[in-house]
Protein backbone atom coordinates (compact mmCIF):
# COMPACT_ATOMS: atom_id res chain seq x y z
CA UNK A 1 0.00 0.00 0.00
CA UNK A 2 1.06 3.61 -0.62
CA UNK A 3 2.17 5.53 2.17
CA UNK A 4 0.48 8.71 1.17
CA UNK A 5 1.32 10.72 4.47
CA UNK A 6 4.92 9.43 4.08
CA UNK A 7 5.58 10.67 0.88
CA UNK A 8 3.93 14.42 2.32
CA UNK A 9 6.60 14.28 4.86
CA UNK A 10 9.10 13.49 2.79
CA UNK A 11 7.97 16.04 0.44
CA UNK A 12 9.07 18.46 3.28
CA UNK A 13 5.96 18.70 4.88
CA UNK A 14 5.49 18.48 9.01
CA UNK A 15 2.33 16.61 9.80
CA UNK A 16 0.60 17.76 12.99
CA UNK A 17 -2.58 16.94 14.67
CA UNK A 18 -5.01 19.94 14.98
CA UNK A 19 -6.59 18.18 18.27
CA UNK A 20 -5.96 17.36 21.31
CA UNK A 21 -8.16 16.06 24.08
CA UNK A 22 -7.70 13.48 27.32
CA UNK A 23 -9.42 11.04 25.53
CA UNK A 24 -7.34 11.31 22.96
CA UNK A 25 -3.87 10.94 25.65
CA UNK A 26 -5.09 8.46 28.09
CA UNK A 27 -6.68 5.53 24.94
CA UNK A 28 -2.71 5.94 23.28
CA UNK A 29 -4.34 7.56 20.00
CA UNK A 30 -2.24 10.31 19.86
CA UNK A 31 0.80 7.97 20.20
CA UNK A 32 -0.62 5.89 17.72
CA UNK A 33 -0.83 8.89 15.00
CA UNK A 34 2.46 9.51 15.94
CA UNK A 35 4.01 6.07 15.12
CA UNK A 36 1.61 5.42 12.33
CA UNK A 37 0.04 8.55 10.43
CA UNK A 38 3.49 10.42 10.54
CA UNK A 39 1.88 12.91 13.24
CA UNK A 40 5.10 14.82 14.39
CA UNK A 41 3.18 17.83 15.98
CA UNK A 42 -0.05 18.88 18.24
CA UNK A 43 -1.85 22.40 18.16
CA UNK A 44 -4.71 23.65 20.21
CA UNK A 45 -6.78 26.76 20.30
CA UNK A 46 -9.97 27.54 22.89
CA UNK A 47 -12.52 25.70 20.78
CA UNK A 48 -10.70 22.34 20.70
CA UNK A 49 -10.05 22.24 24.67
CA UNK A 50 -13.66 23.55 25.00
CA UNK A 51 -14.88 20.90 23.04
CA UNK A 52 -12.70 18.37 25.23
CA UNK A 53 -13.45 19.65 28.38
CA UNK A 54 -17.05 19.08 27.71
CA UNK A 55 -16.40 15.51 28.35
CA UNK A 56 -16.16 15.82 31.77
CA UNK A 57 -16.09 12.31 32.84
CA UNK A 58 -12.40 12.08 31.30
CA UNK A 59 -11.57 15.38 33.95
CA UNK A 60 -13.52 13.85 36.94
CA UNK A 61 -10.66 13.02 39.33
CA UNK A 62 -8.97 15.97 38.63
CA UNK A 63 -12.62 18.29 38.92
CA UNK A 64 -12.83 16.64 42.19
CA UNK A 65 -9.19 17.27 43.33
CA UNK A 66 -9.44 20.75 42.14
CA UNK A 67 -13.07 21.04 43.89
CA UNK A 68 -11.68 20.24 46.86
CA UNK A 69 -9.19 23.16 47.08
CA UNK A 70 -11.30 25.88 46.12
CA UNK A 71 -9.98 26.96 42.97
CA UNK A 72 -11.57 29.61 40.60
CA UNK A 73 -12.58 28.13 37.25
CA UNK A 74 -9.68 30.37 36.04
CA UNK A 75 -6.82 28.33 37.94
CA UNK A 76 -8.80 25.18 37.01
CA UNK A 77 -9.04 25.59 33.57
CA UNK A 78 -5.12 26.49 33.39
CA UNK A 79 -4.40 23.10 35.21
CA UNK A 80 -6.46 20.60 33.36
CA UNK A 81 -5.73 22.38 29.85
CA UNK A 82 -1.87 22.63 30.54
CA UNK A 83 -1.64 19.19 32.11
CA UNK A 84 -3.04 17.97 28.98
CA UNK A 85 -0.60 19.57 26.89
CA UNK A 86 1.92 18.41 29.24
CA UNK A 87 1.13 14.88 28.32
CA UNK A 88 1.21 15.18 24.66
CA UNK A 89 4.31 16.97 24.83
CA UNK A 90 5.72 13.72 26.29
CA UNK A 91 3.93 11.84 23.72
CA UNK A 92 5.91 14.01 21.21
CA UNK A 93 9.12 14.11 22.54
CA UNK A 94 10.48 11.36 20.56
CA UNK A 95 9.25 13.70 17.49
CA UNK A 96 11.33 16.33 19.03
CA UNK A 97 14.42 14.40 19.56
CA UNK A 98 14.32 12.71 16.19
CA UNK A 99 14.05 16.50 14.53
CA UNK A 100 16.82 18.32 17.09
CA UNK A 101 13.76 20.16 18.17
CA UNK A 102 12.09 21.40 14.85
CA UNK A 103 8.75 19.28 15.31
CA UNK A 104 7.74 17.11 18.15
CA UNK A 105 6.07 20.62 19.33
CA UNK A 106 2.46 20.82 21.34
CA UNK A 107 0.60 24.58 21.07
CA UNK A 108 -1.20 26.35 23.73
CA UNK A 109 -2.97 29.41 23.48
CA UNK A 110 -2.88 32.48 25.44
CA UNK A 111 -5.93 33.65 26.80
CA UNK A 112 -7.26 35.21 23.90
CA UNK A 113 -9.38 37.87 25.81
CA UNK A 114 -6.25 39.52 26.01
CA UNK A 115 -5.53 39.54 22.22
CA UNK A 116 -5.50 43.09 22.37
CA UNK A 117 -3.05 43.83 25.47
CA UNK A 118 0.42 43.38 24.88
CA UNK A 119 2.00 43.28 28.38
CA UNK A 120 -0.57 41.13 29.70
CA UNK A 121 -0.15 38.85 26.56
CA UNK A 122 3.48 38.73 27.53
CA UNK A 123 3.01 38.28 31.22
CA UNK A 124 0.15 34.90 30.05
CA UNK A 125 2.79 33.35 27.50
CA UNK A 126 5.12 33.26 30.38
CA UNK A 127 3.09 32.13 32.88
CA UNK A 128 2.04 28.88 30.26
CA UNK A 129 5.57 28.11 29.59
CA UNK A 130 6.44 27.72 33.14
CA UNK A 131 3.54 25.64 33.96
CA UNK A 132 3.73 22.79 31.26
CA UNK A 133 7.71 23.03 31.49
CA UNK A 134 8.30 21.07 28.71
CA UNK A 135 11.11 22.39 26.17
CA UNK A 136 8.77 21.03 23.16
CA UNK A 137 6.04 23.78 24.22
CA UNK A 138 4.82 26.44 21.89
CA UNK A 139 2.80 29.41 23.05
CA UNK A 140 0.26 30.74 20.55
CA UNK A 141 0.03 34.50 20.46
CA UNK A 142 -2.50 35.70 17.68
CA UNK A 143 -0.73 38.32 15.35
CA UNK A 144 -2.94 40.99 16.47
CA UNK A 145 -1.27 44.73 16.33
CA UNK A 146 -0.99 44.52 19.79
CA UNK A 147 0.36 40.75 19.52
CA UNK A 148 3.20 42.07 17.55
CA UNK A 149 5.48 43.24 20.21
CA UNK A 150 4.45 40.25 22.43
CA UNK A 151 5.64 37.69 20.25
CA UNK A 152 9.19 39.85 20.25
CA UNK A 153 9.18 39.88 23.98
CA UNK A 154 8.27 36.40 24.38
CA UNK A 155 10.82 35.75 21.92
CA UNK A 156 13.02 37.63 23.28
CA UNK A 157 12.73 35.88 26.74
CA UNK A 158 13.41 32.28 25.16
CA UNK A 159 10.62 31.24 25.07
CA UNK A 160 9.27 29.40 21.62
CA UNK A 161 5.96 30.94 19.86
CA UNK A 162 3.34 29.86 17.45
CA UNK A 163 1.83 32.96 16.04
CA UNK A 164 -1.56 32.48 15.23
CA UNK A 165 -4.72 34.28 13.20
CA UNK A 166 -2.84 34.94 10.38
CA UNK A 167 -4.38 36.30 7.11
CA UNK A 168 -3.04 38.75 4.84
CA UNK A 169 0.51 38.94 3.49
CA UNK A 170 1.05 42.81 5.12
CA UNK A 171 0.58 41.37 8.84
CA UNK A 172 2.52 37.94 7.60
CA UNK A 173 5.39 40.70 6.75
CA UNK A 174 5.07 42.31 10.21
CA UNK A 175 5.37 38.82 12.33
CA UNK A 176 8.41 37.74 10.27
CA UNK A 177 10.05 41.18 11.56
CA UNK A 178 8.71 40.29 15.10
CA UNK A 179 10.56 37.06 14.88
CA UNK A 180 13.84 38.59 13.70
CA UNK A 181 13.19 40.88 16.23
CA UNK A 182 12.77 38.38 18.94
CA UNK A 183 15.49 36.20 18.26
CA UNK A 184 17.94 38.83 18.16
CA UNK A 185 16.92 40.33 21.43
CA UNK A 186 17.17 36.40 22.60
CA UNK A 187 20.98 36.23 21.48
CA UNK A 188 21.76 39.73 23.10
CA UNK A 189 19.99 38.10 26.29
CA UNK A 190 22.61 35.26 25.99
CA UNK A 191 19.54 32.50 25.13
CA UNK A 192 20.32 29.51 22.87
CA UNK A 193 19.24 29.70 19.99
CA UNK A 194 18.93 26.44 18.67
CA UNK A 195 16.38 25.70 21.73
CA UNK A 196 13.45 28.65 20.13
CA UNK A 197 11.16 27.35 17.49
CA UNK A 198 8.38 29.21 15.94
CA UNK A 199 5.68 28.72 13.35
CA UNK A 200 3.67 30.99 11.54
CA UNK A 201 0.45 30.05 11.36
CA UNK A 202 -1.68 31.08 8.32
CA UNK A 203 -5.35 30.30 8.11
CA UNK A 204 -6.85 29.09 4.72
CA UNK A 205 -10.26 27.77 4.58
CA UNK A 206 -11.62 30.97 6.53
CA UNK A 207 -10.30 33.06 3.54
CA UNK A 208 -12.42 31.01 0.77
CA UNK A 209 -15.87 30.92 3.33
CA UNK A 210 -14.96 34.81 3.07
CA UNK A 211 -14.27 35.79 -0.27
CA UNK A 212 -16.66 33.34 -1.90
CA UNK A 213 -19.50 34.45 -0.45
CA UNK A 214 -18.69 37.91 -1.44
CA UNK A 215 -18.29 36.05 -5.13
CA UNK A 216 -21.93 34.56 -4.33
CA UNK A 217 -23.57 37.79 -3.90
CA UNK A 218 -21.38 39.18 -7.20
CA UNK A 219 -22.89 36.49 -9.10
CA UNK A 220 -20.95 36.81 -12.55
CA UNK A 221 -19.36 33.66 -14.45
CA UNK A 222 -16.18 35.83 -13.49
CA UNK A 223 -16.67 35.78 -9.69
CA UNK A 224 -18.00 32.03 -9.90
CA UNK A 225 -14.64 30.91 -11.69
CA UNK A 226 -12.83 32.36 -8.16
CA UNK A 227 -14.74 30.23 -6.24
CA UNK A 228 -12.47 28.28 -3.90
CA UNK A 229 -9.57 29.69 -5.21
CA UNK A 230 -8.38 32.78 -3.19
CA UNK A 231 -7.41 30.52 -0.06
CA UNK A 232 -4.68 28.38 -1.58
CA UNK A 233 -3.21 32.10 -3.50
CA UNK A 234 -2.61 33.52 -0.44
CA UNK A 235 -0.97 30.44 1.04
CA UNK A 236 1.20 30.55 -1.91
CA UNK A 237 2.07 34.20 -1.80
CA UNK A 238 3.25 33.29 1.74
CA UNK A 239 5.61 31.64 1.18
CA UNK A 240 6.99 33.21 -1.52
CA UNK A 241 7.28 36.31 0.97
CA UNK A 242 9.00 33.50 3.78
CA UNK A 243 11.49 32.83 0.99
CA UNK A 244 12.60 36.54 0.28
CA UNK A 245 12.21 37.32 4.03
CA UNK A 246 14.70 34.11 4.98
CA UNK A 247 16.77 35.22 1.95
CA UNK A 248 18.26 37.59 2.99
CA UNK A 249 21.34 39.02 5.56
CA UNK A 250 19.75 39.72 8.79
CA UNK A 251 18.37 35.62 8.75
CA UNK A 252 21.74 34.76 7.94
CA UNK A 253 23.44 36.53 11.03
CA UNK A 254 20.99 34.39 13.23
CA UNK A 255 21.27 31.51 11.08
CA UNK A 256 25.05 31.31 11.51
CA UNK A 257 23.91 31.77 15.51
CA UNK A 258 22.08 28.09 15.28
CA UNK A 259 18.33 29.44 14.87
CA UNK A 260 15.56 27.88 13.28
CA UNK A 261 13.63 29.89 10.80
CA UNK A 262 10.19 30.62 11.85
CA UNK A 263 8.16 27.62 9.30
CA UNK A 264 5.06 28.71 7.60
CA UNK A 265 2.08 26.67 9.27
CA UNK A 266 -1.06 26.40 7.03
CA UNK A 267 -4.05 26.52 9.48
CA UNK A 268 -7.68 25.69 9.02
CA UNK A 269 -7.04 23.22 6.57
CA UNK A 270 -10.15 21.24 6.65
CA UNK A 271 -12.31 22.38 3.33
CA UNK A 272 -15.75 24.00 4.91
CA UNK A 273 -17.32 23.84 1.09
CA UNK A 274 -18.92 20.28 -0.08
CA UNK A 275 -17.53 21.53 -4.03
CA UNK A 276 -14.16 21.77 -2.56
CA UNK A 277 -11.92 18.40 -2.31
CA UNK A 278 -11.33 17.47 1.34
CA UNK A 279 -7.63 17.56 0.96
CA UNK A 280 -7.32 19.95 -1.31
CA UNK A 281 -5.41 22.62 1.17
CA UNK A 282 -2.56 20.02 1.79
CA UNK A 283 -2.37 18.60 -1.56
CA UNK A 284 -1.83 22.47 -3.17
CA UNK A 285 0.05 24.14 -0.36
CA UNK A 286 3.11 21.22 -0.54
CA UNK A 287 6.71 23.53 0.10
CA UNK A 288 9.66 22.58 1.62
CA UNK A 289 9.76 23.32 5.63
CA UNK A 290 5.99 23.94 5.96
CA UNK A 291 3.76 22.76 8.73
CA UNK A 292 0.21 21.61 7.98
CA UNK A 293 -1.74 21.00 10.71
CA UNK A 294 -5.05 18.84 10.12
CA UNK A 295 -7.92 17.42 12.00
CA UNK A 296 -7.78 14.25 12.21
CA UNK A 297 -10.51 13.79 9.83
CA UNK A 298 -8.20 14.87 7.08
CA UNK A 299 -5.82 12.77 7.87
CA UNK A 300 -7.33 10.34 7.13
CA UNK A 301 -8.64 11.49 4.04
CA UNK A 302 -5.09 12.09 3.02
CA UNK A 303 -3.91 8.49 4.07
CA UNK A 304 -6.86 7.11 1.90
CA UNK A 305 -6.74 9.47 -1.52
CA UNK A 306 -4.47 12.29 -0.92
CA UNK A 307 -2.16 13.28 -4.14
CA UNK A 308 1.90 14.24 -3.15
CA UNK A 309 2.97 15.67 -6.16
CA UNK A 310 5.59 17.37 -5.02
CA UNK A 311 6.58 21.10 -4.52
CA UNK A 312 3.01 22.53 -5.62
CA UNK A 313 3.83 26.27 -3.93
CA UNK A 314 6.90 27.36 -5.49
CA UNK A 315 5.73 27.45 -9.29
CA UNK A 316 2.61 29.13 -8.50
CA UNK A 317 3.56 32.77 -7.43
CA UNK A 318 2.38 34.22 -11.19
CA UNK A 319 -0.89 32.34 -10.90
CA UNK A 320 -1.60 33.19 -7.71
CA UNK A 321 -0.91 36.88 -8.10
CA UNK A 322 -3.22 36.70 -11.38
CA UNK A 323 -6.06 35.44 -9.12
CA UNK A 324 -5.43 38.36 -6.91
CA UNK A 325 -5.71 40.91 -9.53
CA UNK A 326 -8.78 39.11 -11.04
CA UNK A 327 -10.85 39.65 -7.14
CA UNK A 328 -9.46 43.54 -7.25
CA UNK A 329 -11.29 44.15 -10.70
CA UNK A 330 -15.05 42.39 -9.80
CA UNK A 331 -14.76 44.17 -6.69
CA UNK A 332 -13.11 42.26 -4.16
CA UNK A 333 -11.81 44.42 -1.18
CA UNK A 334 -9.13 41.80 0.24
CA UNK A 335 -7.92 44.03 3.15
CA UNK A 336 -11.60 44.39 4.03
CA UNK A 337 -11.70 40.75 4.37
CA UNK A 338 -8.60 40.13 6.32
CA UNK A 339 -10.29 42.61 8.86
CA UNK A 340 -13.43 41.02 9.66
CA UNK A 341 -11.24 37.33 9.34
CA UNK A 342 -9.19 38.52 12.07
CA UNK A 343 -11.99 40.59 14.12
CA UNK A 344 -14.47 37.10 13.84
CA UNK A 345 -10.93 35.02 14.67
CA UNK A 346 -10.42 36.66 18.00
CA UNK A 347 -14.65 36.99 18.84
CA UNK A 348 -14.95 33.08 17.89
CA UNK A 349 -11.76 31.99 20.41
CA UNK A 350 -13.15 34.34 23.26
CA UNK A 351 -16.69 32.84 22.49
CA UNK A 352 -15.10 29.04 23.10
CA UNK A 353 -12.99 30.52 26.27
CA UNK A 354 -16.11 32.01 27.72
CA UNK A 355 -18.25 28.49 26.81
CA UNK A 356 -15.29 26.42 28.46
CA UNK A 357 -15.13 28.86 31.84
CA UNK A 358 -18.72 28.43 31.95
CA UNK A 359 -18.85 24.49 31.55
CA UNK A 360 -16.12 24.12 33.58
CA UNK A 361 -17.66 26.21 36.45
CA UNK A 362 -20.83 23.70 36.05
CA UNK A 363 -18.68 20.98 36.64
CA UNK A 364 -16.62 22.28 39.33
CA UNK A 365 -19.64 22.76 41.36
CA UNK A 366 -21.02 19.38 40.22
CA UNK A 367 -17.82 17.88 41.98
CA UNK A 368 -17.76 20.32 44.73
CA UNK A 369 -21.50 18.78 45.36
CA UNK A 370 -20.74 15.16 44.47
CA UNK A 371 -17.87 15.19 47.45
CA UNK A 372 -19.82 17.01 50.08
CA UNK A 373 -23.06 14.41 49.39
CA UNK A 374 -20.18 10.78 49.45
CA UNK A 375 -23.29 8.54 50.03
CA UNK A 376 -25.16 10.02 46.94
CA UNK A 377 -22.54 9.76 44.74
CA UNK A 378 -22.34 6.14 45.80
Known sequence: MTDRLKELSDA???????????????SGTLDKLRTEKHVVGVTTNPTIFAKALSDADAYDEQLRELADRDVTVEEATRALTTYDVRWAADVMK?????????DGRVSIEVDPRLAHETSKTVAE???????????????????????????????????????????????????????LDGLEQAKANGHDLT??????????????????KRLDKIGS???????????????QLAYKLYEEKFGGERWAALKSAGAHPQRPLWASTGTKSAELKDTIYVEELIAPGTVNTMPESVITAYADHGETRGD???????????????LAAIGVDFDEVVKVLESEGVDKFEVSWGELLEGLAKSLDAAKKGASNPSDAA
Not at 195 to 212: G, L, N, P, Q
Not at 313 to 324: I, K, M, P
Open 12 to 26: GVAVWLDDLSRVRLA
Open 94 to 102: PAYDASAGQ
Open 125 to 179: AKALWWLVDRENVLIKIPATLAGLPAITATLAAGISVNVTLIFSLERYGKVIDAF
Open 195 to 212: KIASVASFFVSRVDSEID
Open 221 to 235: DEAKALKGKAAVANA
Open 312 to 326: TVTGQYAAAQETFDK
